[in-house]
């Protein structure tokens, strides 16, 4: 069985293949606060729309470097991606290019290390930020580490989900002004996940959510619990947030931050699909490992688990593909289901009453906040 919090040190595994500086600008910060990452691969029209969602950010107290790490292999030439990049007016951009290409979370790892902030804000190529995006990271960063247990390292950003018609690819852009709008102006509420192990135990889900939409890392956390590891499979970047959590704190907004774009993508694939269920059932195999509660816990609830991930996984896939796929597709991962009562009972009893629970203690952690506010306005006057 696969050991998920082996620290291993995936930033050497490609530090033989180079990332060629090809264009800086004239004000990059030296010693930025912050690093908005994006990784981007031959989708010049999509990274235009990210990319303009950072230039709108509303101003902030800090500096902060825009950097882009290009994964199309450099062949010498300059490639569609390079030409707009030359063509913004910021000037605190940083534009590079893989010498081969990397592994997506290769890639991840290669901007981290590129970066020279304490916090790496993350943004795919194809997703956007709010406009005050920037603004409500850095308070919740401050604020966060003020009463976080131990040291932070990672706020995840949930998000605002849209669907990409590519047939009518600007459709979208009416109704994201509008959300954009109503959130710049709506107030910041504070309320915050704080993830942890019991997560996978009690939903079935790892927790935290895709490294997109403002997602942000504190670097060196990053660095010493060894990167993205895609040899994990494709839920990675939650696996890094568990092992994260040995050390560190982690939470996760309640509020969405960015903008999500759900299209045809890889989900719409089987095989993703496939590798999704099977690289979550397997993560939960090593949690029940861990010790005799989680190995009971795993004989008590484990059918349960699966069907109400899987249920969840199959649910989202609907929305991208109209090809039929059921439980049964999946049974070489695991066949046997619950039954509905005792689902029933899982759900309501440890599923629900943990929402609750963690629910009350972001309501815990707002007022908090709140309260620290206050008196640092107190203090100031």
């Known amino acids: 069985m696969i ?15 180079k990332s060629r500086l090809l264009f800086k600008g004239s004000k990059v910060s030296k010693k930025p606060f912050m690093t908005v990452f994006i990784p981007t691969y031959n989708r010049v029209e999509l990274l235009k729309e990210a990319v303009q969602s950072v230039i709108n950010q509303q101003k902030v ?10 994964n199309e ?19 605190n951009v940083l534009y590079y290019r893989n010498e081969q290409m990397l592994r ?52 995840s950003t949930q998000y605002h989900q849209f669907k990409f018609d590519p047939q009518h690819p600007t459709a979208h ?24 192990h019991w997560n996978v135990l009690f939903t079935s889900f790892i927790g935290g959510d895709v490294p997109s939409n403002g997602t942000t890392y504190n670097r060196k956390a990053v660095m010493e619990c060894g990167g993205f590891n895609d040899d994990l499979g494709i839920s990675a970047d939650q696996v890094l947030l568990y092992c994260m959590e040995n050390k560190y704190s982690v939470y996760s907004t309640l509020e969405p931050y960015g903008f999500y774009r759900w299209g045809i993508n890889s989900m719409s694939k089987p095989e993703t699909t496939y590798r999704v269920i099977k690289d979550n059932f397997n993560f939960r195999e090593y949690v029940f490992t861990k010790n005799c509660i989680t190995k009971i816990w ?26 039929f796929c059921d439980f049964a597709t999946y049974n070489d991962i695991y066949s046997r289901l619950p ?43």
Not at 135 to 154: D, F, N
Not at 348 to 374: E, G, P, V
Request: glycine share 4%; aromatic share 12%.
């Open 3 to 17: 050991n998920y919090e082996q620290n291993k040190n995936c930033f050497d595994l490609t530090k033989h293949i």
């Open 73 to 91: 292999p450099y062949d010498g030439k300059m490639n569609k991606t390079e030409k707009y990049i030359r063509t913004l007016k910021i000037k």
């Open 339 to 381: 039954k509905r009562w005792k689902y029933k009972i899982w759900r309501r009893l440890f599923f629900k009453t943990y929402i609750s629970l963690k629910h009350k203690q972001s309501r815990h952690i707002a007022r908090t906040i709140k309260k620290q506010i206050k008196q640092e306005a107190t203090c100031r006057k």
């Open 104 to 155: 997506v979370g290769d890639n991840f790892n290669r901007g981290i290390y590129l970066s020279t902030s304490p916090w790496v804000m993350m943004l795919h190529d194809d997703d956007l930020l709010m406009r005050n995006t920037m603004q409500k990271v850095s308070t919740a960063l401050h604020c966060l580490t003020k009463i976080a247990p131990k040291e932070l390292g990672c706020l």
């Open 173 to 196: 852009k009416q109704e994201l002004a509008t959300l954009d709008e109503h959130y710049q102006h709506s107030p910041m509420l504070f309320k915050f996940w704080k993830c942890t």
């Open 298 to 323: 795993g004989m008590l609830f484990r059918d349960c688990l699966y069907y109400h991930f899987t249920k969840a996984v199959l649910g989202a896939r609907k929305l991208v593909s109209s090809e």
């Open 61 to 70: 107290d800090f500096p902060w470097n825009l950097l882009i790490v290009d």
